[in-house]
């Protein structure tokens, strides 16, 4: 059974930073960490779940939504089954719930959840 936990998130003021982590388990030989390509969504009060970043199962291409380019990066450690989000420049619109996401072929998998507040 795969497994996905978020951490890292609280309570943050407008301009700092701030990294979560999302913590895999539960893959196997034939299904290494490593195959699946991992992404960051959000979800903030009111509005649907977004796609923020991916990152491929090496970890050698990346990829962001417009509104996070420049200011967050992803990275992924394949011997420790980590992913990270370090978000800097943080603003009120990046409050959210941000989830950890996985997929390879047709399995997709999900983390339950962290919740990140921009506020003053």
């Known amino acids: 059974q795969i497994l996905l936990v978020e951490s890292g998130g609280g309570l943050v003021q407008p301009g700092n930073s701030v990294r979560l982590s999302c913590a895999a388990s539960?893959?196997?030989?034939?299904?290494?960490?490593?195959?699946?390509?991992m992404s960051w969504y959000r979800q903030a009060p009111g509005k649907e779940r977004e796609w923020v970043a991916g990152?491929?199962?090496?970890?050698?291409?990346?990829k962001y939504a417009d509104s996070v380019e420049g200011r967050f990066t992803i990275s992924r450690d394949n011997a420790k089954k980590m992913l990270y989000l370090q978000m800097d420049s943080l603003r009120s619109d990046d409050t959210a719930v941000y989830y950890c996401?996985?997929?390879?072929?047709?399995?997709?998998?999900w983390g339950q959840g962290t919740q990140v507040i921009v506020s003053s």
């Open positions: 990152i491929i199962g090496n970890g050698r291409a990346t």
């Open positions: 996401y996985a997929t390879w072929t047709s399995r997709e998998y």
């Open positions: 539960g893959f196997t030989v034939r299904s290494p960490f490593s195959n699946f390509a």
